[in-house]
């Protein structure tokens, strides 16, 4: 019953590094989502994937991009991170309209 | 473009009260979710609201979905210090960016003894 595990957990970064942030569903959905958490802006949509082989831009794309290796993973790299990218970052999965299943969340912060 | 809208933000309560959260939303959607995010914690699907006029309850919180007016409600009867968390509804975006949600911003309810 893991649901979507999310990798790592806590991440510091210096300003200009780069990172991938892990993400796998056991659920077979066929859709997945990454977003971002920022006080007092609820979660707002980096990118998504429909399907296996498809990904899509979503509210607030720049500086990220994605790969969705296969069915169950998904992953989100910050080629240069900069210290606007320290959020909390959330994956999610979703079969139909029947709502998300999120993973635990990612506390990354950019110094 | 989908918004949705929450209110209040915060909420501080008494235990034992009964409070009401809205949410409200400016497109056609026919589908409303409701999510609890403990401090520091993921987001907890709690109501999946599917129709104009569904309502579901569990325990001390019931939403409800009014399509034609756009707005949902989180009902809380008799809270508990439990139930203190942030409530989120979502509204189900499909016009933007394919299939995803748009978030409201959250209500933080703290139940106070």
């Known amino acids: 019953n893991a649901g979507v595990t999310q990798t790592p957990k806590f991440q510091v970064l210096k300003t200009g590094q780069s990172m991938t942030l892990q993400c796998a569903q056991d659920?077979?959905?066929?859709?997945m989502y990454w977003y971002r958490q920022d006080p007092g802006m609820g979660l707002r949509l980096i990118y998504y994937s429909a399907s296996e082989g498809t990904t899509d831009k979503g509210e607030v794309p720049n500086g990220y991009n994605v790969s969705r290796l296969n069915k169950r993973e998904f992953s989100l790299r910050l080629e240069s991170a900069a210290p606007s990218q320290t959020s909390v970052y959330f994956c999610?999965?979703?079969?139909?309209?029947?709502?998300?299943?999120f993973g635990s969340g990612t506390r990354l912060t950019v110094v | 473009e989908l918004k949705v809208e929450q209110n209040p933000l915060f909420l501080s309560m008494q235990e034992g009260k009964n409070y009401t959260i809205y949410c409200n939303y400016s497109t056609t959607s026919d589908r409303l979710y409701w999510y609890r995010q403990d401090p520091g914690k993921s987001l907890e699907s709690l109501f999946v609201?599917?129709?104009?006029?569904a309502v579901k309850q569990e325990g001390r919180l019931m939403a409800s979905l009014d399509t034609k007016a756009r707005l949902s409600t989180l009902h809380i009867t008799a809270a508990v210090h439990d139930l203190s968390a942030t409530y989120f509804c979502?509204?189900?975006?499909?016009?933007?960016?394919?299939?995803?949600?748009?978030f409201g911003p959250g209500t933080r309810l703290s139940v106070l003894p």
């Open positions: 609201l599917l129709s104009n006029g």
């Open positions: 659920m077979n959905h066929n859709s």
């Open positions: 999610a999965s979703s079969v139909g309209r029947w709502g998300y299943t």
């Open positions: 979502a509204v189900d975006g499909r016009d933007n960016y394919g299939q995803n949600f748009v």
